[in-house]
């Protein structure tokens, strides 16, 4: 029997597995769509979850320098007459909202004795995550700060 005449004929293995081949042409398995979504899930997750990350970053770094720009509204005058450091309630709200439209955030100041404290919220869009159905992440800065006496004079 030549070579092409042995392969001319299909063999045991060939006739057993033929039919499922042909059968199975242009279909996707649940199993490959199952396994494509969790990949795309994790890959959102990772992408998504950065991105909320350097957010959040970025709100805290935005809330703390808020906070420092209204812990700067001192009562002069009473840091004057008793080297004691208060905060004018009003002016510090006022500043530290300055602030915050500055650099385009927005968020509460609140004055609590003779601390200031800067909250903001914002929402970070997300890239791949929207596929499974969450379009914004929810993301919280927080800073305080509260007024400190500058540097002291040292004995030589």
Do not use: C
Not at 31 to 55: R, W
Not at 81 to 108: D, W
């Amino acid at each position: 029997m030549t070579r092409r005449g042995r392969h001319a004929r299909p063999n045991r293995w060939h006739r057993r597995w033929a039919g499922l081949w042909v059968s199975d042409e242009g279909r996707v398995s649940a199993f490959v769509m199952v396994l494509t979504t969790g990949i795309l899930t994790l890959a959102g997750l990772t992408l998504d979850g950065g991105l909320a990350l350097a957010a959040k970053i970025k709100a805290n770094g935005q809330a703390e320098a808020a906070a420092r720009a209204a812990a700067q509204a001192i009562d002069l005058n009473a840091y004057r007459s008793t080297g004691q450091l208060h905060l004018l309630p009003a002016q510090a709200v006022a500043q530290g909202q300055r602030y915050l439209a500055g650099v385009g955030a927005r968020g509460t100041v609140t004055i609590t004795g003779d601390t200031a404290t800067v909250t903001i919220t914002t929402s970070q869009r997300t890239q791949l995550l929207g596929l499974v159905g969450i379009s914004t992440l929810s993301v919280h800065g927080h800073g305080s700060a509260h007024p400190q006496p500058g540097l002291a004079r040292t004995r030589p």
